[in-house]
């Protein structure tokens, strides 16, 4: 009896390889993202979640929408199926619907529920598709999506966007922070005929069924810089930072709840005239108060009455520029009381929601009062979310399982329903048992993006190879797992489809019908008739009137033959994997690669922007000052 000899075919182990290579190459390459059968384009962010009274839990659903960096560069080797965008996570951290693919890897923010004619829709801001192929407008813009999750109104304005607030008020308006430059006068600086360039900004309100601007303001044109906590550039033509706005609301008088993050002040602005009625916090405050904040975000109206307001804060009590010293110890959520209607006029502290770990956040950052009582606070870095109960107990701690990925605010919506467009996502698998004794079997994975109603999946199945001729069974029947439910059905089933049920027992939907995966090759240990043991490929018939596999053993080839094809193949990975240029890696990871190597030569400014029209690279420059260029492969650089 000879030795078992390790017999590979080469064509397909090469397969093989290049599969392998197109997914990460240690686990520290995409394990901190989902990954799903039935949706292998999909990529969320995972959340690591502690949950400490689970009963105190608000139900619903999370808006996040994760970012690596604030300006979108190339797309990353650490994984490049989506996964920046707007995401929807149940309140037990799973994934419902990732619009990552709908904005082609673009930064996404300000992700939330709003409502546009009676309807319930999303609101969100897409940053600028500046390096990055898209369907939409390549300028930032703010998008209206509806419950099918499909885009039904994109609004560019001439005047850039502001990243930071995009805000249905009602009445089918949307308040929308924007950005633009102006030339202070300095004299209340005491720099009379002097000027400097400021980042002043502003906001309109936007009427979605016009299209038209209803109300615009500027900062500049009603506060002085003299409100700036900001140190003034010494060098006057730099562009001075000194108001920096961040959120903007409306009350029930038609007025507006502005904040400025540079001044530490929330301002109440007229919208008759955009004046300023009054100041909280900051250098010119026109309330008494016994607490403070500074850096602040997201201002929101709690409730409204004949003395005054509620509103909520997200109080960084700090920054990242060194401004100014800390205010407190950590940042927190503040639930405030303006009486406003008496003189003179006082705000009172109410309730205050501490960070939980203690530490400050020095920029963004979101606070919301939910309707259960509790608060949701969006700590920012890391996507580090709390909840907490009206007495301050903290019952849930959430946050990306890595730190690479940030969100600038998160929400908690508990009523959204989504009714996806598109069909369910359905992919089925055979698996061949160890021996040719052990029967197939095959496993379905079955998710649908985005909906909210599914309760259960049920299966079926049918062996005939036409088609047209199927005859399907009810394979089963499983409640909802998560994003992506399974089931393992003894056979093997050529066609299969999954229907979705809510929790009445209504049809919501029905999956394409999908041809089972075969495995590429199956391989078994057994005792051949000439007495001969060793290891060999089958492979693989079909028989559909019983719907079984049958597996046929072929000859086993030449120990040193398959020793030298396995060194072939290889030297062939680890090539590829370490010499293949940067655009061809791009495209390798979506099953296309040519396998030529790094071109390096010194390029001059022109000829790097030449070959990539954008200001970044990609290009790295080493020590000898030589530009390497990962170049699409073109023989310019060969």
């Keep these: ?143 209206i999506i509806n419950e099918k999750y499909q885009v039904v109104q994109e609004i560019t304005l001439s005047r850039t966007y502001n990243m930071h607030e995009f805000n249905s008020v009602g009445n089918n308006r949307i308040l929308i922070a924007t950005s633009g430059d102006a030339d202070v006068d300095l004299t209340d ?75 530490s002040t929330v301002y109440k602005v007229s919208g008759t005239d955009g004046s300023v ?114 007495d301050g107990r903290v019952v849930l701690e959430a946050s990306f399982l890595s730190d690479r990925f940030s969100t600038y605010r998160a929400y908690h919506f508990a009523d959204w329903v989504g009714r996806p467009a598109e069909p369910p996502a359905l992919m089925a698998y055979a698996h061949i048992g160890a021996s040719p004794q052990t029967p197939p079997s095959t496993v379905l994975y079955v998710s649908w993006n985005g909906a909210t109603e599914v309760a259960s999946w049920t299966f079926y199945g049918a062996s005939s190879i ?41 049809l919501l939907g029905t999956s394409e019908v999908k041809v089972t995966i075969l495995p590429e090759q199956a391989e078994s240990q057994f005792e051949r008739d000439d007495g001969e043991s060793g290891m060999h490929y089958f492979t693989t018939s079909l028989s559909a009137a019983e719907g079984t596999l049958t597996l046929q053993a072929s000859k086993p080839v030449a120990g040193f033959a398959t020793l030298i094809s396995l060194i072939c193949v290889l030297y062939t990975a680890i090539s590829l994997s370490l010499r293949v240029c940067g655009r061809c890696r791009l495209r390798f990871r979506h099953s296309h690669y040519c396998g030529r190597q790094y071109h390096e030569k010194t390029l001059s400014e022109d000829e790097t922007h030449a070959l990539y029209p954008y200001p970044d690279g990609p290009w790295s420059e080493n020590e000898e000052g030589t530009r390497r260029a990962d170049n699409d492969c073109s023989s310019k650089f060969r």
């Design 466 to 506: 036409d088609e047209s001729k199927d005859t399907f069974h009810k394979l089963g029947s499983v409640s909802k797992a998560g994003f992506e439910s399974s089931m393992a059905v003894e056979g093997y089933w050529r066609h299969t489809y999954a229907e979705a049920y809510d929790a009445h027992g209504h």
């Design 277 to 390: 009625i009054w100041r909280l916090g900051g250098k010119y405050s026109n309330f008494q108060q016994d607490f403070n904040f500074s850096g602040q975000h997201h201002a929101r109206i709690l409730t409204e009455d004949d003395t005054g307001m509620t509103i909520t804060l997200f109080n960084n009590a700090g920054d990242d520029r060194g401004a100014q010293e800390a205010t407190a110890s950590a940042s927190s959520m503040q639930v405030i009381r303006i009486y406003d209607h008496e003189e003179p006029r006082r705000a009172e502290l109410l309730a205050q929601y501490v960070r939980p770990d203690g530490q400050l956040t020095d920029k963004r950052g979101s606070a919301q009062m939910l309707e259960s009582g509790n608060a949701f606070i969006c700590w920012s870095a890391n996507g580090y979310i709390s909840e907490h109960t009206p």
């Design 1 to 143: 009896m000879k030795t078992p000899v390790l017999i590979l075919a080469a064509a397909i182990t090469l397969r093989s390889v290049a599969t392998a290579i197109r997914l990460p190459l240690s686990t520290g390459q995409g394990s901190d993202l989902a990954q799903y059968m039935s949706r292998p384009d999909l990529r969320a962010p995972l959340l690591r979640l502690d949950t400490y009274e689970a009963d105190a839990v608000t139900p619903g659903y999370w808006f996040i929408s994760p970012f690596k960096h604030l300006v979108v560069g190339r797309m990353e080797d650490e994984y490049i199926p989506y996964q920046n965008g707007p995401q929807i996570y149940n309140h037990q951290g799973e994934l419902v619907w990732s619009g990552s693919p709908m904005f082609e890897y673009r930064n996404v923010f300000d992700f939330r529920v709003g409502e546009v004619n009676g309807s319930q829709v999303l609101t969100a801001i897409v940053d600028s598709a500046r390096l990055l192929e898209s369907n939409y407008s390549k300028e930032q813009s703010g998008f």
């Design 189 to 263: 600086m005491g720099m009379p005929n002097h000027t400097i360039r400021v980042k002043s900004g502003g906001f309109r309100e936007w009427d979605i069924t016009t299209g038209k601007n209803v109300f615009e303001w500027w900062i500049n044109d009603h506060i002085s810089v003299n409100d700036s906590i900001m140190k003034m550039p010494e060098e006057l033509y730099r562009s001075w930072d000194s108001f920096h706005l961040n959120s903007i609301t409306k009350d029930s008088h038609g007025d507006y709840l502005v904040s400025l993050r540079h001044t």
